[in-house]
T-cell receptor, first 114, second 112 residues
Framework: DAGVIQSPRHEVTEMGQEVTLRCKPI?????LFWYRQTMMRGLELLIY????????DSGMPEDRFSAKMPNASFSTLKIQPSEPRDSAVYFC????????????FGDGTRLSIL | AQSVTQPDIHITVSEGASLELRCNYS??????LFWYVQSPGQGLQLLLK??????LVQGIKGFEAEFKRSQSSFNLRKPSVHWSDAAEYFC??????????FGTGTSLTVIP
């Protein structure tokens, strides 16, 4: 079975540019999560969706961040405009259930904002 | 409120030695417990999970974990560590109330 697929694996861009990260969850998983991982702050939950609907976006750092899930097989995390402090590894994960099922992670997107 | 604590930020063990990584949780009812491993440049991979039943859970890569309700712990163990086990390990706890929390992780270094 295909796992969670994220693209791109690496992104380097200049400050002020728009960045779009993409995620394809595991088929049949109703929950999709976006995380950010940095050395300073560890693993942070940014937002999660249930059946394509955003449920909790309290972890989104500011209005420059937005996430969408137009259908069950695709989600995007967008940063506009990007800033150097957004540099991190962004993970997408999916799960068949929220609290009682394990989350399955993609390999992440390593984002560097110059 | 539910939470999970990994008291050890970093652990160093010799190859071939036994390993125990600590995880403590705070939750009133029986939680759902997980251990993940993250190798450098990779995402988190599920090692094992505990839902109910036998309190000793076997996972992949030779790992096991024991749920101890009286100590609110779910420690990860391996009898003999291999150099390839060097990674970051995360404990996580969930419940039927749709909450899921990760610990802050323990970094494992394996020395020859």
């Amino acid at each position: 079975d295909a796992g969670v697929i994220q693209s791109p694996r690496h992104e380097v861009t200049e400050m002020g540019q728009e960045v779009t990260l993409r995620c394809k969850p595991i088929s049949g998983h109703d929950y999709l999560f976006w995380y950010r991982q940095t050395m300073m702050r560890g693993l942070e939950l940014l937002i999660y969706f249930n059946n394509n609907v955003p449920i909790d976006d309290s972890g989104m750092p500011e209005d420059r961040f937005s996430a969408k899930m137009p259908n069950a097989s695709f989600s995007t995390l967008k940063i506009q405009p990007s800033e150097p402090r957004d540099s991190a590894v962004y993970f997408c994960a999916s799960s068949p259930g929220r609290g009682y099922q394990p989350q399955h992670f993609g390999d992440g997107t390593r984002l560097s904002i110059l | 409120a539910q939470s999970v604590t990994q008291p050890d930020i970093h652990i160093t063990v010799s190859e071939g030695a036994s390993l125990e990584l600590r995880c403590n949780y705070s939750y009133g009812a029986t939680p759902y417990l997980f251990w993940y491993v993250q190798s450098p440049g990779q995402g988190l991979q599920l090692l094992l999970k505990y839902f109910s039943g036998d309190t000793l859970v076997q996972g992949i890569k030779g790992f096991e974990a024991e749920f101890k309700r009286s100590q609110s712990s779910f420690n990860l163990r391996k009898p003999s560590v291999h150099w390839s086990d060097a990674a970051e390990y995360f404990c996580a706890v969930g419940n039927t109330g749709n909450q899921f929390y990760f610990g802050t992780g323990t970094s494992l270094t394996v020395i020859p």
